[in-house]
């Protein structure tokens, strides 16, 4: 069976799932389905959630999707966080901190995480954020290996500052670029 692979540049506002079977949900919700015509059998290796954005593997090979969710594939996300972020904050989220997961407590591993010194040139979001005159934000890139479920937004606040905007950049070598939200592009292979 030959085998199809998709790099996404998954929009604010969509689940990252192809339909709803729920004609509720259907009606209401954006779902991946709608960007573009995959082919039967495509999964998303890995997920975002509705509200953040950014890089999206999609496959119909069920061991890339396994091999992508090892914990020696790299994930890098820039979040916007409230507030002017210290580097306290920064040496926290770098060492682990403690989040809420279904089975309890978990201590995050150590991870990549660093400020952005100047906001990262993404195309504007489709929902603004917030006005300036509701006080500062800042950017800063953290280098996951694990993907717990809402993860960096729940490190960003256990360090104290609440993400505001999230965008995965990177799964292991694969890069967003400059891939425009929505736009889907066909790879032969999937290497990271």
Not at 104 to 127: H, I, M, S, V
Not at 146 to 153: A, D, I, P, T
Request: a positive charge; hydrophobic letters at 35%.
């Amino acid at each position: 069976m030959n085998h199809r692979h998709f790099v996404l540049h998954k929009p604010f506002g969509y689940l990252s799932q192809f339909r709803s079977e729920d004609a509720r949900e259907a009606r209401k919700k954006k779902f991946l389905g709608a960007l573009h015509d995959f082919p039967e059998g495509t999964m998303s290796i890995g997920r975002l959630d509705e509200h953040s954005e950014g890089l999206l593997l999609l496959t119909t090979d069920g061991r890339v999707s396994e091999r992508v969710r090892r914990k020696d594939v790299e994930k890098e996300y820039y979040a916007q966080v409230d507030g002017l972020i210290t580097d306290e904050a920064v040496a926290l989220l770098q060492q682990g901190v403690e989040i809420s997961i279904p089975e309890g407590k978990y201590l995050t591993l150590p991870c990549a995480a660093f400020r952005l010194e100047q906001a990262p040139d993404l195309p504007p979001r489709t929902r603004k954020i917030r006005d300036e005159r509701h006080g500062p934000t800042s950017w800063v890139s953290i280098t996951v290996t694990e993907g717990k479920n809402r993860q960096v937004r729940k490190m960003t606040a256990a360090a104290g500052f609440p993400t505001l905007r999230l965008v995965r950049v990177r799964i292991g070598s694969i890069v967003l670029g400059g891939l425009p939200p929505g736009e889907v592009l066909e790879v032969d292979e999937l290497k990271w």
